[in-house]
């Protein structure tokens, strides 16, 4: 029979305790309680068809502990009345608890709110919408507080987080709690302090005004006439943004490639340079100004994550052009072809007709399923070619090795 039994009713209690609804009580003041949890009794053919089972049920139901079962008269045109559940209750949050078993853990988070009234009641409204999450910081919560104390106490202190000295807190607990740590920061910082901008985990150390570890841009001079650094042609070097949006290069061309072997091995050319790119993340070409006044060149993988990126770069630098990532070069290597996990879907609005009209091949599985080059399988002399014809279209030529 499918009556409720005391599964089916302590199954609508976890319900609400994994909602956080009864903790959440615990920070209002606020009670469900006595709370009425929905019955599945027999029905009247039911009755009629096994009183014997029907008694047993009521038997059961009735022996439950800590909850109030509420009877009424059922007339039977057979049986006659009959005294049958038509309620069940649980009449305090202390016999829910006994139900489900969850005292200690109700305990510990009221424990826990108890400090955070104490130190930081703007941060109650926080134990009420997350009070599992809560409840999972029981041991390090003191100093995720002492870490807002310290911050409150220094906004926007322009140190590393590896500077902040919090007695028992090191920059790695800081790191690995930074996503509730965003979450109360920006519930009690006044908002001046707070770089909006900066946003996740990866935009903590800006949002609240920590220095960054500098982002890096590793790059080559392409020209064998001419060197980036004083007597070293063909350096491989590595600046930090700032450096590099200085940097004031005398060329005319950029390339920019994703792959480290094609970044070593790029063919020679005149007034260039080339750089190793960092897959999605363009934002300091965008500040670069010298950029504007270069042709720009990317070459990615032909799938749909190279044309993402291509996409994105775009966003920075919207004069930015593709090399190789053409219908003609996947064809002349279909022998080459690889397979692409997971595709991107989504629709890319600063693809030129042709990059497009190929993108949606890709991302529709319309040549193969997810179907990609990757840009080192493309034979070298290819590459050579179509450097050699792009750069003689655009003057100057290609340095011959």
């Known amino acids: ?37 929905t019955l599945k009794a027999p029905t009247a053919a039911q009755m009629g068809d096994d009183f014997d089972a029907v008694r047993a049920w009521i038997a059961r139901l009735r022996a439950l502990p800590n909850y109030r079962i509420e009877m009424s008269e059922r007339r039977h045109r057979v049986l006659g009345v009959n005294q049958v559940p038509s309620a069940v209750w649980v009449d305090t949050l202390d016999d829910a608890l006994a139900i489900l078993g969850k005292r200690r853990e109700f305990e510990c988070f009221s424990t826990l ?25 029981a041991n390090e919560l ?5 870490v807002v104390d310290w911050l409150a106490a220094h906004p926007r202190s322009g140190i590393y987080l590896r500077q902040v000295d919090i007695p028992g807190v090191h920059s790695k607990f800081i790191e690995a709690h930074r996503g509730v740590l965003i979450q109360w920061l920006d519930r009690l910082l006044p908002p001046e302090v707070i770089n909006s901008s900066a946003r996740g985990v990866s935009g903590f150390a ?49 390339f920019i490639t994703e792959n480290e072997i094609n970044f070593l091995a790029f063919p020679a050319v005149a007034d260039s340079l080339l750089v190793f790119g960092a897959g999605y993340g363009f934002d300091v070409l965008a500040q670069a100004d010298w950029l504007a006044h270069c042709q720009v060149y990317y070459w ?51 693809l030129g007709a042709d990059e497009r009209a190929l993108y949606d091949d890709l991302r529709d599985n319309r040549i193969r399923p997810n179907l990609r080059l990757e840009q080192e399988r493309i034979a070298f002399g290819w590459v050579e070619d179509g450097i050699s014809a792009l750069t003689h279209l655009s003057s100057p030529t290609v340095v011959s090795h």
Do not use: N
Request: glycine fraction near 6%; proline fraction near 4%; charged fraction near 30%.
């Open 1 to 37: 029979m499918s009556w409720s039994g005391g599964r089916e009713l302590r199954a609508q209690l976890l319900r609400a305790w994994d909602r956080g609804t009864l903790l959440a009580e615990c920070v209002s003041g606020q009670s469900s309680f006595p709370c009425r949890l």
């Open 300 to 350: 990615g993988d032909i799938d749909t994550h190279g044309f993402a990126i291509l996409d994105q770069l775009r966003a920075h630098v919207p004069h930015a052009r593709s090399l190789l990532m053409d219908r003609a070069t996947l064809l002349a290597f279909e022998d080459q072809w690889g397979v692409e996990e997971k595709q991107t879907q989504r629709d890319l609005l600063r």
């Open 142 to 146: 003191d100093r995720l507080l002492d």
């Open 113 to 137: 709110l108890a400090r955070v009234r104490a130190r930081r009641p703007e941060l109650l409204d926080w134990m009420a919408c997350k009070p599992h999450k809560a409840l999972a910081l």
């Open 206 to 254: 800006r949002r609240y005004g920590f220095r960054d570890k500098p982002q890096r841009i590793r790059l080559r001079g392409l020209d064998t006439t001419r060197s980036l650094l004083d007597g070293l042609v063909d350096a491989d070097i590595t600046l930090d943004a700032d450096s590099f949006i200085r940097l004031q290069p005398a060329v005319s061309r950029v």
